[in-house]
């Protein structure tokens, strides 16, 4: 019997993106070239985001589309780990539940006390929604976290 590769954690298989002010993602996702060089440059500008050994090459590995917030992102495959990885741009939280704009007024409605009930009257959707979003929140862990290199630090 062949050995089961395990499984990791959830998340782990997703690098959160970092799309400029400015860039029209929709377009950049749809032009392969483009994203490309895009990616290219962001691996340049932030290694310690990526995986160790993306310098070795990838390449486009499909497409995913949320059913939640309609956003349709791509996936990369490395060869040589035999992986593949979601890449999710950075307005967006972690599983797509929502824009990351939407969420931080969610956030600072509840820092000031307001019910998710209330949240829900002022944002919309269901006050589970709220609930769920903020319980998801908190339990992301520094583990999961990216480091920065000193490199990378600013001065």
């Known amino acids: 019997m062949a050995k089961r590769k395990q499984r990791g954690i959830a998340g782990d298989k997703t690098i959160c993106l970092p799309i400029a002010e400015g860039i029209d993602y929709e ?3 749809e032009d392969r ?3 490309r060089e895009y990616l290219d440059n962001q691996i340049a500008s932030h290694p310690e985001l990526f995986p160790e050994g993306i310098e070795e090459g990838y390449r486009f590995h499909g497409w995913v589309t949320s059913s939640r ?7 990369i495959y490395l060869p040589h780990m035999e992986t593949a990885y979601q890449l999710r741009p950075d307005f967006v939280t972690p599983y ?4 990351a704009e939407v969420a931080g007024k969610a956030l600072y409605l509840r820092k000031h006390g307001i019910s998710y009930d209330g949240i829900a009257y002022i944002l919309g959707r269901s006050e589970m929604h709220w609930y769920r979003l903020c319980q998801s929140l908190e339990r992301a862990s520094i583990v999961g976290s990216t480091p920065k290199t000193e490199a990378t630090l600013p001065l």
Do not use: A, D, G
């Open 27 to 29: 377009q950049l996702v």
């Open 33 to 35: 070239e483009v994203y």
């Open 69 to 75: 917030q309609h956003v349709k992102t791509r996936r």
């Open 96 to 99: 797509m539940s929502e824009t």
